[in-house]
């Protein structure tokens, strides 16, 4: 497991630039990014390269902010992999209360899917008696290195 970050933004033109921007002078790197929003505010979920870095930043700043754990799963680039994966976590009855994707540019993997899962300890552990890889804190920092 490993961090990613949420941040509570109004619905008003210039507020997610003004994230990214306090983010972009803290020298904090995004990796993925996800927002889903309401009438009145965004939530933005972020994978950082500095999470507590990040949440210190944005909060100084006045947003509000929380880390959260979060599990990611490398995934093939082909018709049928998210799906086979989907069906695993069903069939283990594994709860996905959200989920978000982005490419790689490793060759162990095309893709990596972040997911927020519902009682998140027993899901992992139910997770590492199937098939499916689960990557490490590790890849933050694979992360962080390709950008150096």
């Not at 210190?56 to 929380?66: D, I, P, Q, Y």
């Not at 027993?122 to 990557?135: F, G, P, Q, R, S």
Request: aromatic content about 6%; proline content about 3%; overall charge negative.
């Amino acid at each position: 497991m490993f961090k990613q970050i949420t941040v509570f933004v109004e619905n008003k033109p210039g507020r997610l630039a003004e994230v990214t921007g306090h983010l972009v002078d803290a020298g904090i790197n995004i990796h993925a990014l996800a927002i889903a929003d309401t009438t009145d505010f965004g939530i933005v979920r972020m994978i950082v390269s500095n999470p507590e870095k990040a949440k210190g930043v944005l909060r100084e700043k006045s947003f509000m902010v929380k880390t959260t754990n979060v599990v990611a799963i490398p995934m093939g680039h082909n018709p049928g992999s998210l799906n086979s994966v989907l069906r695993i976590l069903d069939g283990a009855g594994i709860f996905i209360e959200y989920m978000y994707a982005f490419t790689s540019h490793f060759a162990e993997y095309d893709a990596i899917v972040i997911l927020k899962l519902d009682d998140q300890e027993n899901a992992v552990e139910k997770i590492k008696n199937t098939d499916i890889t689960l990557l490490s804190a590790e890849l933050l920092e694979r992360l962080n290195e390709s950008n150096d």
